[in-house]
């Protein structure tokens, strides 16, 4: 059973354009968290998905930033019009339900370097 | 919104001793679960334990264990027989039993000595 899977592992953009991360779940896993690592800090709660719909988006910033988690396929972060403050390690993690003994199964990253 | 806080930015343990990683939390709730993951260079997060706050029971996983101080909202990470694998950010997490994110503290550096 793969574990869940994010690319690109690195990502570089110039200021200005945009910036999509994709995440694929676990097999079996319907629910999804983004998750921001700033340098020297620990991991900071973006959104929550679930097929088709977005639970709690309180994380994410109000602007520039969306994600999705379609029917079919992975799920999304979608970063417009980046800046150097975009820069960071980005996190998707896993659950099967949204039961909360379930911990959640993190993907490696990836690293976005704005310039 | 619930704080988790890690005091230790750098911690230092010799191959085979024993280290304790130390976590606090503020919440006003009484049922939730707290986490420990192993962050290494790779920057894969790995579970490493998780403790239910309705058990009294320190939660054990082979050479890892945890001080859960309810009352105290202190969860420590004790490291026994260190080995130079261990080496790596390890974060304490929290997590509500009436919600879905995880609220992570900043992270403690161990280095393993040889």
């Known amino acids: 059973n793969a574990g869940v899977m994010q690319n690109p592992r690195h990502l570089v953009r110039r200021r200005g354009q945009e910036a999509r991360l994709r995440c694929s779940p676990m097999k079996g896993h319907s629910h999804v968290y983004w998750y921001r690592q700033l340098p020297e800090e620990g991991l900071k709660f973006m959104v929550y998905?679930?097929?088709?719909?977005?639970?709690?988006e309180s994380g994410m910033p109000k602007e520039r930033f969306s994600a999705e988690f379609p029917k079919e396929g992975p799920s999304i972060l979608r970063i417009q019009q980046v800046v150097r403050g975009d820069s960071a390690a980005y996190f998707c993690a896993s659950s099967p339900l949204s039961g909360t003994s379930y911990e959640q199964y993190f993907g490696p990253g990836t690293r976005l370097t704005v310039t | 919104a619930q704080t988790v806080t890690q005091s230790q930015p750098e911690m230092s343990v010799q191959e085979a001793e024993t280290v304790t990683l130390s976590c606090t939390y503020d919440t006003s709730e009484s049922d939730y679960y707290l986490f420990w993951y192993k962050q290494p260079p790779s920057r894969q997060m790995i579970l490493v334990i998780r403790q239910e706050a309705y058990k009294q029971q320190n939660a054990t996983e082979n050479r890892f264990s945890v001080n859960f101080q309810k009352a105290a909202k202190s969860f420590s990470l004790k490291i026994s027989d260190s080995q130079l694998g261990d080496a790596a950010m390890y974060f304490c997490a929290y997590r509500s039993n009436y919600g879905n994110q995880f609220y992570f503290g900043t992270g403690t550096s161990l280095t393993v000595i040889p």
């Open positions: 998905l679930q097929k088709e719909n977005i639970i709690d």
